[in-house]
């Protein structure tokens, strides 16, 4: 990838977005996209693991792929569980904006919506 495609994110708990490489391996859940061309991997909720609450993600990235490249979004439970829709205090958790919002989803959730298309600069 060249060094000027820079991947900044913006908005809730951007932290929890990495690239490249391989998720962890901590037995929890992950959330991750593939580029097919040029090859790159995202990883979503790259945040701590080993808790029974959820974290609410709402950011926006930019990612770069050739046209006619195939985008892989994928959600693991490595640990075949899922944890209740609640943050730490026992609430649950609504991203303003995503259906079912007001509401909060019964259960945990990834959503990608492509925002803008446009050429590489």
Not at 21 to 26: K, L, P, S, T
Not at 89 to 110: E, K, Y
């Amino acid at each position: 990838m060249p060094p000027e495609w820079v991947f900044e994110s913006t908005g809730i708990r951007t932290q929890f977005f990495a690239t490249g490489g391989n998720a962890q391996n901590d037995q929890w859940n992950v959330y991750g996209l593939a580029i097919s061309d040029p090859p790159a991997s995202y990883w979503l909720n790259n945040g701590a693991s080993q808790h029974a609450y959820v974290d609410g993600m709402d950011y926006t990235f930019t990612v770069v792929a050739r046209g006619g490249s195939t985008l892989t979004l994928s959600a693991s439970s490595t640990d075949n569980l899922e944890a209740a829709n609640r943050d730490q205090g026992g609430t649950p958790v609504v991203i303003p904006n995503v259906p079912p919002a007001p509401q909060a989803f019964d259960g945990q959730f990834v959503q990608i919506d492509v925002v803008k298309v446009g050429p590489a600069k």
